[in-house]
Nanobody
Framework: QVQLVESGGGLVQAGGSLRLSCAAS????????MGWYRQAPGKQRELVAT???????NYAESVKGRFTISRDNAKNTVYLQMNSLKPEDTAVYYC??????????????????WGQGTQVTVSS
């Protein structure tokens, strides 16, 4: 019941920057956390960065110092600013949200949702 719409992917040269956006919609009580994951060809999906509603962040070691995750709680939107991009950052990036939504009785229930993915390609 939570829809995630991503934007901002594309093709960029090594050393360049991109900013990804992901907006959540639906009947939502609270979004507890949002994050970004990525999956490169032949590899498992991996965590890139997460952020809680209280603004606590977590980053993969490979992106620390280069990527910044942020959110706008009023808009239920999460961003990923990617700087100093490397070819190894090439992957499909997926938005994720952990949210509380109403169950059949109207009580909060925890759900996880995924976006459709957006391609990020970094050329050398």
């Amino acid at each position: 019941q939570v829809q995630l719409v991503e934007s901002g992917g594309g093709l960029v040269q090594a050393g360049g920057s991109l900013r990804l956006s992901c907006a959540a919609s639906g009947t939502i009580f609270t979004i507890n956390a949002m994050g970004w994951y990525r999956q490169a060809p032949g590899k498992q999906r991996e965590l890139v960065a997460t952020i809680t509603r209280s603004d606590s962040t977590n980053y993969a070691e490979s992106v620390k110092g280069r990527f910044t995750i942020s959110r706008d709680n009023a808009k239920n939107t999460v961003y990923l600013q990617m700087n100093s991009l490397k070819p190894e950052d090439t992957a499909v990036y997926y938005c994720n949200a952990d949210a509380l939504i109403p169950n059949s009785r109207g009580f909060p229930t925890a759900v996880g949702s995924w976006g459709q993915g957006t391609q990020v390609t970094v050329s050398s």
